[in-house]
């Protein structure tokens, strides 16, 4: 049986959360029932989820407008995404999306697996509001840096996703469900060069093809930010931090894993302290080049059946929850 997903994600801003929801939606172990959005302007953020998954033809996933942080971030994918309009969307999109994460988890008769890859805020609300969700949900987050930093630096950094909101992800990471934590020891080095970044590009799916429209309008949209003034959209991808929680939500191999305890500071440091919380932390790799290269298959890949049947069902009745 496929494992029941939430994707939490800032899509909007880093072009990463988009390969990775195009990770995962080619993903057959995985059964997306809510995506949910967070920091920025949630509500551009879901019309870009929406645009994407009418392109998937997987509009039976539902879409969570998630609490707005910080709504001035600048919106890097408003060329791509636009006049896009959210009621195009024609599956369920819930105003409260903290409400909907909450009823998707109390719901399944399975245990739910949360993909966090962003900050934390949502998570902190809902538990908050129903804290038992933590008993029917494991969490595999892509945030902190325990031993390296940002692109495989020797030292540890304050990482964008724990210091954009440290005390929701003390929160959230201080709550009693199972926790897989991907810190920038592992996802801070990964992109797609070369032979692999050819492939795709080669590539004509049209989920393939929106992601690589996003890849280069973003970059045009970042070229003045003084992060990426180095970067050549044409040799290959930016860093894609956030496919590697995709992949840990059904299988480890490819990663080296430690059971260790640790705790967010005020100022939004992850440390390794026996004070902090247990958790499993993806700090290495077996085989990074693998993961590249199954990465790659799976983007080039046709629909799963899953997504071909929902992809030729009839048009979804768009429903929206009471905010």
């Known amino acids: ?31 997306v029932k809510l995506i949910l959005t967070n920091t920025g302007d949630t509500r551009y953020s879901a019309c870009l989820v929406a645009k994407l998954l009418q392109i998937a033809g ?18 890097t994918h408003a060329a791509w995404l636009g006049d896009y309009d959210i009621n195009q969307y024609r599956g369920p999109v819930f105003e409260d999306g903290v409400g909907a ?9 399975d245990m739910v697996t949360i993909i966090e890859i962003g900050p934390t805020r949502n998570l902190a609300e809902a538990i908050s509001r129903h804290p038992a969700i933590a008993q029917k949900a494991r969490l595999i987050a892509m945030l902190g840096s325990l ?59 049209p989920l393939v093809r929106a992601v690589l429209e996003n890849h280069f309008l973003w970059a045009d949209a970042v070229r003045g930010w003084q992060p990426m003034k180095d970067f050549d959209a044409n040799a290959g991808s930016s860093i894609l931090y956030d496919t590697v929680p995709v992949y840990l939500a059904f299988t480890d191999r490819l990663l080296s894993m430690e059971d260790l305890r640790v705790r967010v500071t005020d100022d939004g440091w992850t440390k390794i302290d026996d004070a902090g919380a247990h958790m499993r932390c993806a700090t290495g790799w077996a085989d990074q080049d693998g993961f590249a290269d199954f990465l790659v298959e799976r983007l080039i890949a046709a629909p799963h059946g899953l997504a071909q049947r929902h992809a030729s069902a009839a048009p979804l009745q768009q429903a929206k929850a009471q905010s």
């Not at 009693?176 to 799916?205: M, N, Y």
């Open 101 to 109: 994460l909450i009823d998707v988890v109390k719901n399944s008769p």
């Open 147 to 205: 031993r390296k930093g940002y692109r495989g630096a020797g030292e540890p950094a304050r990482e964008y996703n724990v210091f954009k909101d440290a005390k929701s992800c003390r929160i959230a990471l201080e709550a009693p469900w199972d926790i897989t934590l991907v810190p920038l020891d592992t996802c801070g080095t990964v992109s797609l060069r070369g032979e692999r970044f050819d492939r795709l590009r080669a590539c004509d799916d």
């Open 1 to 31: 049986m496929a494992i029941p997903i939430v994707l939490d994600t800032d899509i909007g801003l880093d072009v990463d959360d988009v390969w990775a929801l195009a990770f995962l939606l080619k993903c057959p172990e995985l059964d």
């Open 58 to 75: 997987r509009e039976d996933i539902a879409i969570g407008i998630g609490v707005p942080v910080d709504p001035n971030l600048p919106r």
